[in-house]
């Protein structure tokens, strides 16, 4: 099995959808989850960091983490063009030093 | 303005020659990382280094070495060796609470 488990997509919506991106996780330890937004040939950017079970919001973007079921969402809504990219989900434990990462979900929004 | 650079955007080489990535930050950042990333994939780890003169090796380290002589610079140097040269290479650096910020990536492409 792996560590971390990340649809590759492609999901494709329509403008104004609401998106939801899942990754799920065998790893206990993990303790500090992420979400980055990789625009085609660039580097990724951070979009969401949280450390507790929960919801996070950020203007359009909710970061959802639920450790018991080992399983953590990330919802955009209304979703735009401007939305296309693709999707990381990342984890940080202390005895990795290091973050592991899902292969990425690719996300078009079509007006 | 804070952040991380990579030198050159694009770099073409040919088979049989080493070639040197640069990444600096400014972030004073004391954790760096190497990651690959090929055409609809993941993000593959290279090598790594949490603090200066001091490096570990990640997933893929075969065919690439790396130097931290300074708290701002890791570069990265792809070598003969390598069998798959051509790929987009991302550097990071990771933040206080484990998040990792990267750099805009330098696409190398070996004929």
């Known amino acids: 099995q792996k560590e971390v488990e990340q649809d590759p997509g492609p999901l494709s919506v329509p403008e104004g959808a609401i998106v939801s991106l899942n990754c799920t996780y065998s790893?206990?330890?993990?303790?500090?989850f992420m979400w980055y937004r990789q625009y085609s040939r660039k580097g990724p950017e951070l979009l969401m960091y949280?450390?507790?079970?929960g919801n996070k919001e950020d203007g359009r973007f909710t970061a959802q983490v639920d450790k018991s079921s080992k399983y953590i969402s990330l919802f955009i809504r209304d979703s735009q063009p401007s939305d296309s990219a693709t999707y990381l989900c990342a984890f940080f434990s202390g005895g990795y030093n290091k973050l592991i990462f899902g292969a990425g979900t690719r996300l078009a929004v079509h007006p | 303005d804070g952040g991380i650079t990579q030198s050159p955007k694009y770099l073409f080489r040919k088979e049989g020659q080493n070639v040197t990535l640069s990444c600096e930050q400014n972030l004073n950042h004391d954790a760096m990382y190497w990651y690959r990333q090929d055409p609809g994939q993941g993000l593959r780890l290279i090598y790594y280094s949490q603090i200066v003169n001091d490096f570990q090796k990640g997933d893929i380290a075969e065919g690439y070495s790396v130097s931290r002589e300074k708290k701002e610079s890791f570069p990265l140097t792809v070598t003969s060796a390598q069998k798959n040269p051509t790929a987009f290479y991302l550097c990071?650096?990771?933040?206080?609470?484990?998040?990792?910020?990267f750099g805009p990536g330098t696409r190398l492409t070996v004929t």
């Open positions: 949280t450390y507790s079970s």
């Open positions: 990071a650096s990771m933040g206080q609470g484990y998040e990792q910020y």
């Open positions: 790893n206990s330890a993990f303790q500090y």
